[in-house]
């Protein structure tokens, strides 16, 4: 079975970004020694310029995002850790009627 172009791509983004970079590197430089017309690898280069800016952006939100993701997930056990006592001390309060516990939301 015949090999194609396709079977050479990587998959991850890292090896992706990595290959783009040599190969369109290497696919200048020979284009350019051949004296081939370089308007030909213009819509490569505009996609590889396009993927040069997207790529990093990417990693940079992704980044952002889970640390942001870590900081509600931290956040948010604090709160829970800050709820459970006062909870307690209203669950077992002695005038707190289940008509309060149900407006709170909490066990009736």
Do not use: C
């Not at 992706?16 to 350019?32: I, L, N, P």
């Not at 940079?60 to 509600?72: L, Y």
């Amino acid at each position: 079975m015949a090999r194609t172009g396709y079977h050479y791509i990587p998959r991850p983004d890292g090896n992706f970004d990595a290959f783009v970079a040599q190969y369109f590197e290497q696919v200048d430089a020979w284009w350019s020694s051949t004296g081939l017309d370089k308007s030909v690898l213009d819509p490569l280069k505009d996609a590889v310029l396009a993927w040069n800016s997207a790529y990093p952006a990417h990693t940079a939100a992704q980044a952002a995002a889970e640390g942001a993701r870590r900081a509600k997930d931290a956040a948010r056990a604090e709160v829970e850790r800050q709820l459970r006592p006062i909870t307690n001390f209203l669950q077992s309060y002695p005038t707190m009627t289940d008509a309060d516990r149900a407006t709170f939301g909490i066990t009736v």
